[in-house]
């Protein structure tokens, strides 16, 4: 065990497993302590290397990240503490390693749950080779003006008010890291202020003891005091016992050991033979307590009277001259975290993004408002997704139906058709499902697929405008404008395209008002009296009932029409179906294990 | 860590594994257990000795000294263990001011013996002490001066040389094998994370060791390293320690979650009631009302600390509320919602649980008159407390609020204060 001083305002440390507030707590600290440099020179994060950026004050610092505890320990050869936030499992191991490299001297085991065995092992090493563990279940320890170790000491409110943040007269030693910010606040409200506190640990084996830390303070000059929060259970407080006995410790000790209310608990019974031998009696925390006393310490009657036998020890030592008053500074401000700030209303920061559609904070995320489970549970299928998140209204059962039966019927049209031809040369080129979907969907434009959203457009100026399906067609074509949605490469006039036959059979069934779909009817009829070929689309057909459906349900305004046909709403419709067939083509292609495709020459025109 | 008891049987079945596979030497030892669920004619086919030997069974509940409080019954056929086990099972006994049933008995073949040795492996700081005796059994209270003691540094195994001065005085026969038992038990103690091994006493069969009276204690901790090693562990509850069924409940919440939550009834119609964060400080409120002399109107322990959700705070304080408004007489009662200054939990956060609750008991508090007194620091205490001031004027009950600048336990004294004040 060292003899004295474990810190000071250089120290700096290892933060094993990177845990980003407890890190920033520690810079936060340094800065209100005047520190020149930062307490963390480096994070180790197993398997990750680079830079982690934080705040030194105003300033945003980068802090190296090793793979490694060896390397961190070569690169930051002055870094002599340790602090370790691995979990239970990995712990022990990383803490052993740390203490095997030469440069470490203090390892901080933050854990709760390290096996005893193990921590046997890391105890034995540490004393043979004058090593120190604090921990483990410690929170871990500060030297006031200097030091801290990871989240000691909590806020940075709690670190002023306990005036942490310059050096005061008292040690201060605990088993409980909650306990130990207590009486940081304690100490302070009734004596200048801590110099060194040390949570110890929780464990019935800690890697540093109550005493260990008191003999240590009685070598610090710096010390004047201390104060010791044992508790019932083991026999540590007894070692203090003995050094105070030894005249080991020559400053006053204020301690006190909780758990006296253990006699109300109904005992166990002494177990087997044995347990008569074994000091059942003097772990509790009335024996320790009266040992205490006994051997010197000043012990109040409860720990409610802790406080002022604190303060009268501390004053004793002021009128003795023995501690001379601090003359007292004031901490830097440390700026605000923008989140904290935020929170607390301090600043309004503008976000980045909006979202009106989704929802994934609180218990389960929701769909325009929707839950999930209420989407589950009511029996919503893709059609109530997609008015949901596309619409962000639940339409009526039928408007659900229809654009359902849009995407069956739109889901694939074999493997001749120029998306899905592209999807098969590109999954055949051995690319994956992702890409071989991109390029059936690149292919969807105004000639494939892409053609819903002119139709509507153009269907409804001119139905709105009460134009004559003469007017209309001859008025695109002095534009030199095609009429989107009309025109089919194989489909005629005595070969219907049985999709469109299909949805306005639907339509005419469900719908309320069927309007444009006659309209566009209308437009086919005397298109057809032009050539064979000249008949109503898919898209053509999507696109005029669409049109029927937002005008016809009542739930939309015009104004949201226009937007929705504006923006292009319905060409969404094809890319969903549409991605059905050509995912189903990339999976046929590769489980046909099908070869690069390779265009064959006699379907190539060379010429010049 | 946690070092936890486990029953006789498992302690004798994890010897007779292990050695085995530590030493390639088999122990002979035999046991079973009985259970309020154990099918006998099952027991018996499974474990055939049952039908030919002469048996011993005992209670394995915990607690010891069994023989001499007559729950030990000796050289039995298969059909007297039944009866007598029938007899005794889901029985209530009282046990060195311990009451509880019997629930589980250990069944054994009957070992005539002339001799008991003793020995005792202890988990310690800096090593393990390992503790030996000729003069085993009931009469080691007699005869502590002839226990031996070494100590074994952590990282050493059991050498020759340490045990010699244990088995020095041995008859030569024996000796050679004692020591090569006491080493391998050594062994099995580290490798299998035991803290505390007994053996009170074991004797000799046929030349060989063989544990008779067995008391063991794993280091729970270490589970995630000896799942395999262990099997099928139990580690049952102290003997006497039945919970009541709040008591069960809190403890379903605490082990369904990261966070800690405890709660025990000392008085249900105390009038001082806790509810305190964190490990250390509950502790000192509970001891606090004690050492002021209300010792015997405390009602409860409860701690919660590791930053429960809400969700489980608000289980947790019903409960709570639920228990200390139980008994309404006339007389005044206080809760005492206190903690100590925390490092990183979010005050306002589990505050928000405790809130609710109190909401929701509103007509129970008022029928108990019942007075709340709060202490508390640490992250967003401000608004903590600013809620439970908010809550006091909402609901009509007064609320004490304090924060860091008071002592952590003043509200201990002013609880005492107010139900001892004329009404």
């Not at chain 2, 099918?39 to 086919?45: G, K, P, V």
Request: contains cysteine.
């Amino acid at each position: 065990m060292a003899t004295g001083q474990l810190f000071s305002r250089t120290t700096q440390a290892l933060f094993y497993n990177y845990k980003q507030l407890p890190i920033q707590r520690m810079l936060d600290f340094d800065f209100l302590c005047g520190r020149e440099t930062p307490s963390v020179a480096g994070i180790i994060n197993p398997g990750s290397e680079g830079f982690q950026k934080l705040f030194f004050g105003q300033e945003e610092i980068a802090i190296p990240v090793h793979a490694t505890i060896e390397a961190a320990c070569a690169a930051h050869p002055t870094a002599d503490v340790f602090i370790n936030f691995a979990s239970f499992r990995s712990a022990a191991a990383s803490s052993m390693a740390a203490l095997k490299q030469p440069t470490i001297r203090v390892v901080a085991i933050i854990a709760e749950g390290v096996p005893e065995s193990d921590t046997k092992q890391l105890i034995a090493y540490a004393r043979s080779n004058n090593k120190v563990v604090i921990g483990p279940a410690t929170v871990g320890g500060i030297q006031a003006g200097a030091f801290k170790i990871g989240d000691t000491a909590g806020t940075i409110d709690n670190i002023i008010q306990c005036k942490l943040y310059r050096p005061g007269s008292v040690g201060f030693v605990s088993k409980s890291g909650g306990m130990s910010n207590e009486l940081y606040n304690t100490i302070a409200r009734v004596t200048d202020g801590i110099y060194e506190g040390i949570a110890i640990g929780g464990d019935v084996f800690p890697g540093s003891t109550l005493s260990d830390h008191v003999l240590r303070f009685n070598n610090m000059p710096q010390v004047k005091m201390m104060v010791v929060l044992g508790e019932l259970g083991g026999r540590d407080e007894y070692s203090l016992v003995e050094a105070l006995k030894q005249g080991k410790v020559s400053k006053p000790v204020v301690a006190w050991v909780s758990g006296t209310c253990a006699r109300l608990f109904k005992s166990e019974v002494q177990f087997g033979h044995a347990g008569a031998k074994s000091g059942g009696e003097l772990e509790s925390a009335q024996a320790k307590n009266q040992a205490l006393r006994d051997a010197g310490a000043v012990v109040p009657t409860s720990y409610e009277a802790f406080e002022a036998a604190i303060r009268e020890t501390f004053d004793k030592l002021v009128e003795e001259g023995k501690i001379t008053p601090i003359k007292e500074i004031t901490p830097p401000p440390i700026p605000e975290d923008l989140s904290t700030a935020i929170k607390s209303g301090k600043v309004r920061a503008p976000t980045h993004i909006i979202s009106t559609i989704s929802d994934d904070r609180g218990e389960e995320p929701c769909y325009a408002g929707v839950p999930m489970s209420s989407i589950i549970e009511k029996g919503y299928g893709v059609g109530d997704v997609i008015s949901l998140l596309w619409f962000k209204r639940s339409l009526p059962r039928y408007c659900t139906q229809f654009i359902e039966i849009c995407i069956m019927l739109c889901a694939d049209h074999g493997p001749c058709v120029s998306g899905a031809h592209n999807t098969i040369v590109t999954a055949r080129a051995g690319k994956d499902l992702v890409s071989s979907l991109v390029s059936g969907l690149l292919t969807i434009g105004p000639r494939f697929g892409g053609a819903i959203d002119d139709a509507a457009r153009y269907f409804k100026d001119a139905h709105d405008r009460a134009l004559t399906p003469y007017e209309f067609v001859e008025g695109m074509k002095k534009k030199g404008i095609r009429v989107a949605g009309i025109g089919h490469r194989i489909k005629n006039r005595d070969n219907k395209d049985k999709r469109v036959e299909l949805l306005q059979k639907f339509a005419r069934t469900h719908f309320p008002s069927v309007k444009y779909m006659e309209y566009a009817v209308q437009v086919e009829t005397y298109t057809l009296t032009k050539a064979n070929n000249l008949v109503l689309n898919v898209d053509g057909a999507i696109g005029s009932l669409f049109l029927d459906l937002l005008a016809g349900s009542g739930m939309f305004t015009k104004q949201e029409i226009d937007e929705i046909v504006e923006i292009g709403y319905l060409n969404g419709l094809f890319v969903l179906a549409r991605s059905i067939g050509l995912i189903g083509h990339t999976f046929d292609q590769k489980r046909l294990k099908q070869p690069l495709y390779r265009h064959p020459w006699e379907d190539v025109l060379y010429t010049k | 860590m946690a070092r936890k008891k486990i029953r006789e049987y498992d302690s004798k079945r994890l010897l007779k594994e292990h050695f085995k596979r530590l030493s390639g030497k088999e122990l002979p030892i035999k046991s079973a257990q009985i259970t309020a669920s154990t099918d006998f004619t099952e027991l018996q086919e499974k474990e055939p000795w049952l039908s030919s030997s002469k048996l011993v069974v005992k209670p394995d509940m915990l607690f010891g000294k069994r023989g001499k409080s007559g729950l030990v019954a000796l050289n039995l056929d298969f059909a007297q263990v039944v009866s007598f086990v029938k007899e005794r099972l889901g029985k209530e006994v009282e046990m060195s001011g311990c009451k509880g049933p019997i629930t589980t008995f250990i069944v054994e073949p009957f070992i005539p013996h002339n001799e008991e040795f003793y020995l005792n492996i202890v988990s310690e700081r800096l090593g393990n002490s390992i503790s030996f005796s000729e003069c085993g059994g009931i009469e080691i209270e007699d005869n502590w001066d002839k226990v031996k003691t070494a100590f074994v540094p952590t990282g050493m195994s059991l050498t020759s040389e340490i045990v010699a001065p244990l088995v020095a005085t041995l008859p030569l026969e024996i000796k050679g094998e004692i020591e090569e038992f006491l080493k391998v038990v050594f062994t099995l103690f580290q490798d299998l994370d035991f803290t505390f091994l007994e053996m009170n006493p074991f004797t000799l069969v046929d030349g060989k060791p063989y544990p008779l009276d067995m008391r063991g204690e794993l280091d729970d901790t270490a589970a995630f390293k000896n799942f395999k090693k262990w099997g099928d562990i139990e580690f049952p509850l102290p003997f006497g320690r039945v919970m009541s069924a709040t008591e069960s409940f809190i403890h379903g919440l605490d082990e369904k979650t990261s966070a800690s939550l405890k709660f025990t009834v000392l008085n249900p119609k105390g009038r001082i009631w806790t509810m305190v964060a964190g490990g250390g400080a509950s502790v000192i409120y509970a001891d606090t009302v004690g050492d002021l002399g209300f010792a015997s109107e405390l009602g409860n322990y409860a701690e919660y600390s590791g930053a429960p959700k809400e969700e489980e705070v608000l289980q947790y304080a019903r409960v709570v509320i639920d228990c200390a408004t139980a008994n309404p007489d006339g007389q005044k009662r206080a809760l005492v919602i206190g903690g100590g200054i925390a490092n990183f939990t979010d005050v306002a956060a589990t505050f928000s649980g405790i809130i609710r609750a109190l909401k929701e008991k509103e007509s129970k508090l008022k029928a108990a008159r019942m007075h709340i007194f709060v202490r508390r620091g640490g992250p967003n205490y401000q608004k903590g407390l600013a809620l439970m001031r908010a809550l006091g004027e909402e609901i009509g009950i007064p609320i004490e609020v304090y924060g860091p600048e008071a002592t952590m336990t003043g509200i201990c004294k002013e609880a005492i204060q107010f139900i001892t004040a004329a009404a």
